[in-house]
């Protein structure tokens, strides 16, 4: 069975890109614009992965984040943030997240993929 | 009367119609484009990251569609995957378009556009039209055609690009000011030199605001002159640069405004603000 993965940002250009990398190394990719269709993904079905912009329109990624920490079966899921240097590495250091991995943007395809593999080794 | 009453109800059917087909147009018109902008993307993220080039799109709106989806990832990758899209964008000879719409078109909004893709593009085969466009007819084409090689990093054209920044970036304003900043980045000297020795006042207070904005401390006599001017926008602009350069100088200039109390309220609480961050 292969692995999901969820990728929450507004910019279509980061969701296709991470997706199209995501999908390369197996993974079943699905997209959420904001917040609140992120939130309704992750109810539907839990990913084995969720990268989430930390500006999301409706929920903020930092907001998603911590509503995950409040369910018990989301509390595991591995999360990296995607941050615009430097104000948005602030403001997920500020908001004490338990984000597994922060991806700056703007970010290189090979530093994404290896900071995925570490996140989520492959099966 | 009754053949008049007719005649204006047909006309006004017939403007109706019109309109009505209009808007469905555009409607056909712009949804089309975002299917073939998300098919763009799609095409382009997946070749980015596999290697492999996709077949160069055929027909005006299928390039437009690519160039417009290029230009949305451009500002996402760097390094790299950066100089990989770059490649990609050369191969499906989207520079060609924007470096013939640059050098042929009469619109000198189509050029300034051009001008600007290229800038983000970054292809190093763009340099010479850019040089040549350095004594284009419209001023915003030519100062955003210095923008454009500063992102090239090509600096061999450095005293006319200057030249041009000092001459046009009162009627430029913008433009000039993206431009310096991304120079200061790049090569601070030369924005110093502008500062200390262009002609235009305008050009030099934006060079001494572009090199504050990367923090260089040599923009901070300028910044505390315009500090001083009664003009409430002039210092307030200043005083946040001030705040953007930091350390010890700019902490003092901060404090000092703080407790002046001939100067306007707003300005030092301003002060208060920008001390609470550099500090």
């Known amino acids: ?123 | 009367m009754n053949t008049l009453a007719l005649i204006l109800g047909g006309l006004l059917a017939v403007e109706l119609l019109v309109l009505v087909g209009r808007r469905t147009w555009v409607h056909w018109k712009l949804g089309r484009r975002q299917v073939l902008a998300d098919e763009a993307l799609t095409v382009l993220a997946a070749a980015l990251v596999t290697g492999v080039a996709p077949e160069p799109p055929r027909g005006r709106v299928r390039r437009r569609a690519f160039r417009l989806a290029a230009l949305e990832l451009f500002p996402v990758v760097r390094g790299s995957s950066r100089s990989g899209l770059c490649r990609l964008v050369e191969e499906a000879g989207l520079v060609d378009d924007a470096l013939r719409t640059l050098r042929r078109s009469p619109r000198a909004f189509a050029r300034r556009t051009a001008a600007s893709e290229l800038g983000e593009m970054r292809s190093a085969r763009s340099a010479q039209a850019l040089a040549d466009r350095l004594d284009d007819r419209d001023p915003i084409v030519r100062v955003v055609c210095v923008d454009a090689l500063a992102a090239l990093r090509d600096l061999g054209r450095i005293d006319r690009m200057l030249s041009v920044l000092d001459r046009e970036a009162a009627r430029a304003p913008s433009e000039a000011a993206g431009a310096l900043v991304r120079l200061a980045r790049e090569a601070p000297q030369h924005v110093e030199e502008l500062q200390r020795s262009g002609e235009s006042l305008y050009a030099r207070r934006l060079a001494a605001l572009a090199l504050a904005e990367v923090g260089e401390q040599c923009a901070m006599p300028s910044l505390l002159g315009e500090l001083a001017t009664e003009n409430a926008l002039l210092s307030s602009v200043a005083l946040r640069a001030i705040a953007r350069v930091g350390g010890a100088e700019a902490i003092a200039t901060l404090e000092h405004v703080v407790v002046d109390m001939g100067r306007d309220a707003a300005l030092r609480e301003q002060a208060q603000h920008a001390l609470e961050r550099v500090r």
């Open chain 1, 1 to 123: 069975m292969s692995r999901t993965a969820l990728v929450a940002d507004d910019s279509a250009a980061v969701r296709k890109l991470v997706a199209a990398r995501l999908a390369v190394d197996g993974y079943d990719v699905r997209e959420a614009e904001d917040g609140f269709a992120a939130l309704q993904e992750l109810e539907r079905r839990v990913p084995d992965l969720l990268i989430v912009d930390d500006v999301l329109a409706g929920l903020s990624g930092a907001e998603l984040v911590q509503a995950l920490q409040a369910r018990e079966e989301l509390r595991s899921l591995p999360v990296a943030f995607l941050v615009e240097y430097p104000a948005g590495l602030r403001r997920a250091a500020l908001v004490g997240l338990a984000a597994d991995a922060v991806i700056l943007k703007p970010f290189d395809l090979d530093d994404l993929a290896r900071t995925i593999a570490e996140l989520v080794p492959a099966p």
